[in-house]
């Protein structure tokens, strides 16, 4: 069984900086990706930032410029730094991975429990 763990948010206020970590345990073969969502109240849930095993990265718009998505490979871990902060990206944040339990098999999405993040004065 693969497990993800998320911990970093809380409550910032606009213009500050804050960082998600996302820890994936358990057996499994690779992880081929790892995302970070979000969903904000009466929202859908949106991709937020991506990062394959080979490093490269994505972002929607709206984070741009603002937020970096790394990974520790070796350690099965992404972060998200996410600096000037604006209300709007008040949500809570997921994160997500495609993982090969073994080497014959295809990849599995898994989800974390979720870390809220808001951005308010």
């Known amino acids: 069984q693969v497990q993800l763990v998320e911990s970093g948010g809380g409550l910032v206020q606009p213009g500050g900086s804050l960082g998600l970590h996302c820890a994936a345990s358990?057996?499994?073969?690779?992880?081929?990706?790892m995302r970070w969502y979000r969903e904000a109240p009466g929202k859908q849930r949106e991709l937020v930032a991506a990062?394959?095993?080979?490093?490269?990265?994505s972002y929607v718009d709206s984070v741009k410029g603002r937020f970096t998505i790394s990974r520790d490979s070796a350690q099965n871990k992404v972060y998200l730094q996410m600096n000037s902060l604006k209300p709007e990206d008040t949500a809570v944040y997921y994160c997500?991975?495609?993982?090969?339990?073994?080497?014959?098999?295809?990849?599995?999405?898994?989800w974390g429990q979720g870390t809220q993040v808001t951005v308010s004065s």
């Open positions: 990062i394959t095993d080979g490093g490269p990265t």
């Open positions: 997500n991975a495609d993982v090969r339990t073994t080497i014959w098999d295809r990849p599995d999405g898994y």
């Open positions: 358990g057996r499994f073969f690779s992880i081929v990706a």
